[in-house]
């Protein structure tokens, strides 16, 4: 289980989580949704490691990453928008890169890029990739450890409709195996096919914290559910 409780975060005077709380259960995929801007991504970044909250939690059951052992990534899979692999190295290498530090063998590395779809591009440099392609890479990534936890930052960015559909499927798949699968996006529409729960940011605060299902039949699309709250 992932808990964030009572998280916050402050940038000099700007203010960019206030206090959030939820749980994401294994078995579950949880949505985490709002706009750029809302606080998704500070979250997560909190919550893997790469900053510092000014009050509050982030754990896997129980644990922060940098409690987690000394390889977190057999642990806690991710792919986090913006952080690019080298733009001279090849698809193939940059797995290789990963796979060596987490003890990993090379045959997962090719075994994840004929999931994503990126087999043939392998030996192709990052800098040459399509926006897709490096989403699509950034998926290959996160699941080489093929770990208990699930973290997504905005992975269908760029991507056509086919691959949005394999990252859907994968998703359900992937939680199905009683794993817990947090992803953020910033597109209302899609977490309605894929997420169990979801959590809903705005300005840094939570304003949405409950199963599809019940929002769905209250508020008729989450789109709507979302706006709602703001509003009031």
């Known amino acids: 289980m992932i808990e964030i409780s009572g998280l916050s975060k402050n940038y000099g005077g700007k203010r960019a989580l206030s206090d959030v709380s939820f ?20 979250l997560l970044h909190i919550l893997l490691g790469l ?7 982030a754990a896997f059951d ?9 390889n977190p990534l057999m642990a806690v899979s ?10 001279s190295r090849t698809g193939l290498n940059h797995l290789h890169w990963i796979a060596l530090g987490a003890g990993i063998p090379f045959s997962r590395c090719d075994e994840c890029l004929r999931l994503v779809g990126l087999y043939e591009a392998r030996n192709q440099t990052f800098k040459t990739y399509s926006l897709g392609m490096r989403q699509r890479l950034g998926i290959a990534t996160a699941i080489l450890t093929d770990a208990p936890y699930l973290i997504l930052d905005e992975p269908l960015n760029g991507l056509d409709p086919e691959g949005i ?10 939680a199905s195996d009683h794993r817990t699968v947090l992803v953020s996006s910033h597109y209302m529409a899609e977490p309605e096919l894929v997420a169990d729960h979801v ?8 304003v949405l914290d409950d199963n599809i299902d019940t929002l769905l039949d209250g508020y008729g699309s989450l789109e709507q559910a979302y706006f709602s709250v703001v509003k009031e």
């Open 199 to 206: 959590v809903g940011l705005s300005n840094g605060r939570k």
């Open 165 to 174: 559909k394999w990252v859907r499927d994968f998703i359900k798949d992937y």
């Open 51 to 57: 900053e510092s909250a000014s009050n509050g939690m």
């Open 78 to 87: 991710s792919f986090i928008n913006g952080l690019t692999p080298y733009p």
């Open 62 to 70: 129980g644990k922060r990453y940098n409690e987690l052992g000394p």
């Open 23 to 42: 749980r994401a259960e294994p078995g579950e995929v949880t949505a985490l949704i709002g706009p750029n801007g809302a606080g998704k991504s500070t």
